[in-house]
């Protein structure tokens, strides 16, 4: 996360700010400029060539800051959203902007690390048969599993709660569960099929199996066998997690959900003064940034966290085969990213 100001007063802000607490000038971020931008009491900005743009319509349903390109509109953002709770649901509604809002953090860095982020809809420019949609449905009233399958991303809006969710981590035995992980998880299946599988470059496809197995095994049969079963001994020696073990697809997703949350953590530490790396870019691989950066910076977190007597903030081992991993998932990255 950038380190916003307020344009007016140069107060610091939130990435979810829709007010200046200081000043009391009205916000929005513009995902074109990257940056949050003050609007008029009408809730609309005038960006620097002439372009309008308006507050997202659904601020008061799920807290979006984002703006919008046309009056009553919705953002890129919130367009993403296929499916979401029905207004008698109000237990889903409760859920619904705290998964909109690790969304809007989702795209935020993908869009700061230059992948491209399209839709489904066409008649928003989207692609109906390769893009990215979300149905983000409540399990008040029926049986959700987050997952993947051909760019419809679904989540299930009870891992909102804390409660619950922590009730599913002890029950799974997992070291980390939250909103926005699962958000970048079940994204990593999508880039995979996208950018690995749907690559005209075939070696692409032969590195990827000889670092992450063969994505074609049925993978029926490897929940079958993980849950059965549990993770292989000696795991620990080449994969992040156990549920990364239990099929090449999930290694990958594992992967590519702790490389954006390396990425993001150390950007934010360096926008913020903890470390004096300028971010991802200031290695050439993306191995030097975790063993030279990340290791240590993340053992200092740690460190904090338990000196409030909280959890390990990343209580992850990195083994050598997972930098391997770390720097093919980096290797996707366009060469159109931002520093």
């Excluded at 609007?39 to 319509?57: E, F, K, M, P, S």
């Excluded at 109906?128 to 399958?149: A, E, K, M």
């Excluded at 003064?273 to 030279?292: P, W």
Aim: hydrophobic share 40%; proline share 4%.
């Amino acid at each position: 996360m950038k380190a916003y100001r307020c344009r007016v007063c140069s107060s610091p802000l939130y990435f979810e700010n829709s007010i200046c607490v200081s000043c009391g000038t009205g916000l929005g971020y513009s995902r074109a400029e990257r940056e949050i931008v003050p609007v008029d009491r009408n809730g609309v900005y005038v960006d620097a060539t002439g372009l309008i743009w308006h507050v997202c319509r659904n601020l008061n349903l799920s807290g979006c800051t984002w703006l919008a390109p046309l009056e009553g509109g919705q953002c890129f953002s919130c367009a993403l959203t296929r499916t979401r709770p029905n207004d008698a649901d109000v237990a889903g509604l409760v859920n619904f902007p705290i998964a909109e809002r690790a969304k809007r953090h989702l795209i935020a860095e993908l869009d700061h690390l230059g992948f491209v982020v399209a839709g489904r809809d066409a008649a928003l420019g989207g692609d109906p048969v390769n893009g990215l949609c979300f149905d983000l449905l409540s399990s008040t009233d029926r049986s959700v599993t987050i997952g993947h399958d051909a760019g419809v991303v679904t989540i299930d809006l009870a891992e909102s709660d804390p409660a619950y969710r922590e009730r599913l981590r002890g029950e799974l035995d997992e070291p980390y569960r939250t909103m926005l992980g699962h958000f970048r998880h079940e994204v990593g299946h999508y880039i995979q099929w996208q950018l690995v599988e749907c690559a005209a470059d075939g070696d692409l496809l032969s590195r990827s199996r000889a670092l992450f197995g063969d994505e074609t095994a049925d993978y029926q049969t490897a929940i079958d066998r993980h849950y059965a079963s549990g993770a292989p001994a000696g795991w620990e020696l080449s994969h992040l997690t156990m549920y990364a073990t239990m099929h090449p697809y999930e290694d990958f997703a594992e992967t590519w959900a702790h490389y954006l949350h390396i990425c993001d953590t150390v950007g934010t530490a360096a926008e913020y003064g903890l470390t004096a790396v300028a971010g991802v870019d200031a290695f050439s691989h993306f191995r030097d940034l975790v063993t030279g950066v990340w290791v240590p910076l993340s053992t200092a977190l740690n460190m904090i966290n338990r000196s409030m007597g909280k959890d390990d903030l990343y209580p992850f081992v990195i083994p050598a085969p997972v930098l391997d991993k770390l720097d093919f998932v980096a290797s996707l990255r366009p060469a159109a990213g931002v520093a």
